[in-house]
């Protein structure tokens, strides 16, 4: 007679398949559901994001551009006024050159203007003249300026020299006996200076005088004639 207890036991023994649940893993299982929210999640921040830096990006380059023409238009503003400056000195100095031309008061021995003049008995200048005529060679130191000028020489002469030159060349002159005295002249604004040498008659002919003095101007000349 067999003992039910040990046919349970040889059951158990011989390693009958036992189902087995699901191993516990101590985590809620995966729908699914959680990664989707993760990755909608990042992917909308990261697009936001990306949007946002992009606008961040175009308005700081357009901050930028705006300054930049700003400062440009600026400079332009700035060189526009220096240049206005620049004709408004021009202006000015041309006004100042213009009113130069008005004649100085400034003048010197260089301004005065030395000429020869040829001078009939009653002292009336010419460049035709008779053969009776009794003829002076005058020298005149004028000054043309609107105040006095003053001339220093080295001798006692302020002019030096007449000489009357036909037309074959032959020459007649008068040369001064000067002494070495330095000597200060004044020619009166508008006024002048003269000295004259009686000649006498000439026969008819074609003549030059020439006279000096001790002047920057040094020289000048007249051409007349007898007839």
């Known amino acids: 007679m067999t003992r039910p207890y040990l046919a349970l036991a040889f059951l158990v023994a011989c390693g009958a398949p036992v189902a087995e649940g699901p ?19 990042d992917d ?7 949007e946002t830096g992009e606008t961040g990006a175009d308005s700081g380059k357009d901050t930028a551009d705006t300054g ?16 206005t400056g620049k ?21 010197t021995d260089v301004d ?16 035709s003249f008779g053969p009776r005529d009794s003829l ?14 003053t001339v220093t020489t ?3 002469c302020l002019f030096t020299g007449w000489s009357v030159e036909d037309s074959r060349g032959t ?38 005088l020439t006279v000096t003095a001790d002047v920057p101007a040094s020289s000048a000349a007249i051409k007349f004639s007898v007839i």
């Open 23 to 41: 191993a516990d893993t101590g985590k809620p299982p995966d729908t699914g559901s959680g990664d989707t929210s993760d990755t909608a999640a």
């Open 44 to 50: 909308s921040g990261a697009e936001t994001g990306g």
């Open 68 to 83: 930049k023409d700003t400062g440009k238009d600026t400079a332009d503003s700035g060189k526009d006024t220096a240049d």
């Open 87 to 107: 004709d408004t000195a021009d202006s000015g100095k041309d006004t100042a050159d213009t009113a130069d031309t008005g004649g100085s008061t400034t003048c």
């Open 112 to 127: 005065l203007l030395l000429t020869a003049e040829v001078r009939d008995s009653a002292g009336v200048a010419g460049t």
């Open 136 to 149: 002076s060679m005058v020298a005149v130191l004028s000054n043309p300026c609107a105040a006095d000028i």
């Open 154 to 156: 080295s001798s006692n």
């Open 171 to 208: 020459a007649s002159g008068v040369a001064v006996a000067c002494r070495p005295v330095i000597t200060t002249w004044t020619v009166a604004a508008g006024g002048s200076l003269e000295e004259s040498q009686s000649w006498g008659t000439l026969r008819v002919d074609g003549y030059v």
